[in-house]
């Protein structure tokens, strides 16, 4: 609990930083538009105003600050128009709207979790195979840790587009590409994981005379829970950036990525930050979660003291 | 006909997996190259099985390309992979993690004066590493126009956390032991940052800069996607998919695979070079 003043004073310099430079951020576009509202803004014309800088406008119009925080479209929102963005579209609106965020938030959610859990299943299946198998860990694992090297992500458009050739649509191809995202951090962790017991106590169940099945359950397996975590943690936030980038090429219709397309090309910030806000808290949620399942579960282990 | 394919493919895998699964059991296998061998034989039995399936079943290009027309392209197209390798790499990425890199540095220093501060941006900063910070790439793109500078920054932001959370928690990662001896040699603050902090702190500095590089790449590419100039990785990769130019698209990734790899290394380089003493570089 020591930490909840520092935190919160990190996060209020952030805020700060943020309301303070939506003044000179807008203050253009402000003084464009008050001055097309009929008052007075020195320089008094959009000419002269460009070779001013904005702090430099904004000491010279102090009364148009104000305005700044106020502004329709503009190019830095303040927190409150993000803020009530945010509350109109997730709480005001019906859920089945297509303005509503919980409702955009659910297509690129759903596309998360089934391909994290397909992605999962898979990475966990393969880091058994590897640590079982030594011409597949010989062959497979170098390239399992190269890819953590590359841009997968750059796949993205191509897959969706080659699903669709072949007929697949829908939350299919966002799902597979959240799935590639979240299956090789699994299968790096589950595999250090997996060999993470040593010798004494492989030992030990050999002198229980204990079966290779018994020393994966009763051992291999509970000790890997521990990184098994640190890789889902890591895999779901992969997940969700996987899905909403998988939204972007395509032209999606719904999902966080459309809402922030849609924001961008009809040049309302204010959707795309409250988009942008949105999934940010729905990634902090997941990992959240996943942080409060590992805690319940390595307690009950008695991995940690409680 | 496909009978003859399957039948064809499964014999590749097969072969392949045949020698390596001797060469992986046999007596050799803690040789140096058996170990590059065996994965590189398993890439070109991969590579095998798709090329003579994608020839055996004529799948559409459009669909999924042969390797070797991949190869192909990679090789004709040379100077356009280029100058989209320079624009996005280049400018793009690297510039942004220059200067991620060095802001994150300079706060970690900075908030490393006060414990009240480390204690706040710890939590704070592995938040905002999790968050899906593509997404301000629009944002940047409208601020910043489309050329790199947009790039550049959200590459920025994106690695600034990774760093940032990993030089903090690495210029903590000193004993109150150490800390005293320097305190008895009459060391003040710089002398102790430069001579016990930093040093004892690169392993974490490096294991946040490793990270990063991937997170640039990534940043880089996909910004580009939100508007960019007729020219990068990301720019060709989405028009070359309209185009249903698969064979581009693919040559694109395969440099974005390598570019990816080497500044990987040559981190990991950089790292085996400065943090000789720790001991999971010792030989």
């Given at each position: 609990?020591?930490?909840?003043?520092p935190?919160?004073?990190?996060?209020?310099?952030?805020?700060?930083?943020?309301?303070?430079?939506v003044?000179?951020?807008?203050?253009?576009?402000?003084?464009?538009?008050?001055?097309?509202?009929?008052?007075?803004?020195?320089?008094?014309?959009?000419?002269a105003?460009?070779?001013?800088?904005?702090?430099?406008?904004?000491?010279?119009?102090?009364?148009?600050?104000?305005?700044?925080?106020?502004?329709?479209r503009?190019?830095?929102?303040?927190?409150?128009?993000?803020?009530?963005?945010?509350?109109d579209?997730?709480?005001?609106?019906?859920?089945?709207s297509?303005r509503?965020l919980?409702?955009?938030?659910?297509?690129?959610?759903?596309?998360?979790?089934?391909g994290?859990?397909?992605?999962?299943?898979?990475g966990?299946?393969?880091?058994?195979?590897?640590v079982y198998?030594?011409?597949?860990?010989?062959?497979?694992?170098?390239?399992?840790?190269a890819?953590?090297?590359?841009?997968?992500l750059?796949l993205?458009?191509?897959i969706?587009?080659?699903l669709?050739?072949?007929?697949?649509?829908g939350?299919l191809?966002k799902?597979i590409?959240?799935a590639?995202l979240?299956?090789?951090?699994?299968?790096?962790?589950?595999?250090?994981?997996l060999?993470?017991?040593d010798?004494?106590?492989?030992d030990?169940?050999?002198?229980?005379?204990?079966?290779g099945?018994?020393?994966?359950?009763?051992?291999?397996?509970?000790?890997?829970?521990?990184?098994?975590?640190?890789?889902?943690?890591?895999?779901?936030?992969?997940?969700?950036?996987?899905?909403?980038?998988?939204?972007?090429?395509?032209g999606?219709?719904?999902?966080?990525?459309?809402?922030?397309?849609v924001?961008?090309?009809?040049?309302?910030?204010?959707?795309?930050?409250?988009?942008?806000?949105?999934?940010a808290?729905t990634?902090?949620?997941l990992?959240?979660?996943?942080?409060?399942?590992?805690r319940?579960?390595?307690?009950?282990?008695?991995?940690?003291?409680? | 006909?496909?009978?003859?394919?399957?039948?064809?493919?499964?014999l590749?895998?097969?072969?392949?997996?045949?020698i390596?699964a001797?060469?992986a059991n046999?007596?050799?296998?803690a040789?140096?190259?058996?170990?590059?061998?065996?994965p590189v034989?398993?890439?070109?039995?991969?590579?095998?099985m798709?090329?003579?399936?994608?020839?055996?079943?004529?799948?559409?290009?459009?669909?999924?390309?042969?390797?070797?027309?991949?190869?192909?392209?990679?090789?004709?197209e040379?100077?356009?992979l280029?100058?989209?390798f320079?624009?996005?790499?280049?400018?793009?990425a690297?510039?942004?993690?220059?200067?991620?890199a060095?802001?994150?540095?300079?706060?970690a220093i900075?908030?490393?004066?006060?414990?009240?501060?480390?204690r706040?941006?710890?939590?704070?900063?592995?938040f905002?590493?999790?968050?899906p910070?593509?997404?301000?790439?629009p944002?940047?793109?409208?601020?910043?126009?489309?050329?790199?500078?947009?790039?550049?920054?959200?590459?920025g932001?994106m690695?600034?956390f990774?760093?940032l959370?990993?030089?903090?928690a690495?210029?903590?990662d000193?004993t109150?032991?150490?800390?005293?001896?320097?305190?008895?040699?009459g060391?003040g603050?710089w002398?102790?940052?430069?001579?016990?902090?930093?040093?004892a702190?690169m392993?974490?500095i490096?294991?946040?800069?490793?990270?990063?590089?991937?997170l640039?790449?990534?940043?880089?590419?996909?910004?580009?996607?939100?508007g960019s100039?007729?020219?990068?990785?990301?720019?060709?990769?989405?028009t070359?998919v309209?185009?249903?130019?698969l064979?581009?698209?693919?040559?694109?990734?395969?440099?974005a695979a390598i570019?990816?790899?080497?500044?990987?290394g040559?981190?990991?380089?950089?790292?085996?070079?400065?943090?000789f003493w720790?001991?999971?570089?010792?030989?």
């Open positions: 609990m020591k930490s909840v003043l935190v919160l004073t990190v996060v209020g310099v952030i805020m700060l930083v943020w309301v303070v430079s003044v000179p951020m807008n203050m253009h576009l402000t003084a464009d538009q008050a001055q097309r509202d009929g008052l007075a803004v020195t320089p008094d014309t959009p000419a105003r460009q070779n001013v800088s904005s702090v430099a406008l904004a000491l010279k119009n102090t009364h148009l600050i104000g305005a700044t925080y106020g502004l329709e503009p190019r830095l929102p303040s927190p409150h128009q993000v803020g009530a963005e945010l509350w579209t997730v709480f005001d609106k019906k859920i089945t297509r509503s919980v409702y955009h938030g659910w297509v690129t959610l759903s596309a998360t979790l089934l994290f859990a397909i992605g999962t299943g898979l966990i299946l393969l880091a058994v195979g590897i198998n030594k011409a597949m860990d010989m062959s497979v694992m170098p390239w399992a840790i890819s953590q090297t590359i841009p997968i750059a993205a458009p191509m969706i587009v080659m669709g050739a072949i007929g697949v649509q939350i191809p799902a590409i959240s590639y979240s299956f090789f951090p699994v299968v790096v962790g589950m595999v250090k994981g060999r993470s017991p010798g004494m106590q492989l030990l169940l050999r002198t229980y005379n204990a079966s099945a018994q020393g994966f359950w009763k051992l291999r397996l509970p000790a890997s829970v521990p990184y098994l975590f640190a890789s889902l943690k890591i895999g779901i936030s992969a997940s969700l950036v996987g899905a909403i980038v998988a939204e972007l090429p395509t999606a219709r719904a999902g966080f990525g459309a809402r922030m397309l924001g961008d090309q009809y040049g309302q910030p204010i959707v795309t930050w409250a988009a942008l806000f949105a999934a808290i990634a902090a949620a990992v959240g979660l996943f942080s409060l399942l590992e319940l579960t390595l307690r009950r282990m008695g991995m940690v003291q409680a | 006909m496909i009978w003859l394919a399957i039948i064809g493919a499964l590749i895998w097969a072969v392949g997996w045949f390596n001797q060469l046999s007596a050799l296998s040789r140096r190259w058996v170990q590059v061998l065996v034989l398993f890439g070109v039995t991969i590579l095998l798709w090329e003579w399936l994608v020839r055996m079943l004529e799948v559409n290009a459009v669909i999924l390309p042969p390797p070797s027309a991949i190869a192909v392209r990679l090789a004709n040379f100077p356009r280029w100058v989209d320079e624009q996005t790499i280049i400018k793009g690297m510039t942004g993690y220059v200067i991620g060095c802001a994150a540095f300079a706060v900075l908030a490393d004066r006060s414990p009240f501060l480390t706040g941006i710890l939590p704070v900063g592995g905002m590493a999790a968050l910070i593509v997404g301000t790439a944002i940047f793109v409208k601020w910043l126009g489309s050329d790199w500078q947009s790039k550049a920054a959200v590459v932001v690695v600034f990774p760093i959370v990993n030089t903090v690495g210029l903590r000193t109150s032991m150490q800390r005293d001896l320097m305190r008895t040699y060391a603050y002398v102790s940052l430069f001579k016990l902090r930093l040093p702190a392993p974490f490096f294991n946040g800069l490793k990270v990063a590089t991937t640039a790449l990534i940043g880089a590419i996909v910004a580009e996607f939100f100039p007729t020219v990068g990785m990301g720019f060709r990769i989405s070359s309209g185009q249903l130019a064979d581009m698209v693919w040559a694109e990734i395969v440099i570019a990816g790899s080497t500044f990987y040559l981190m990991a380089w950089i790292e085996a070079r400065v943090t720790h001991p999971s570089q010792r030989k």
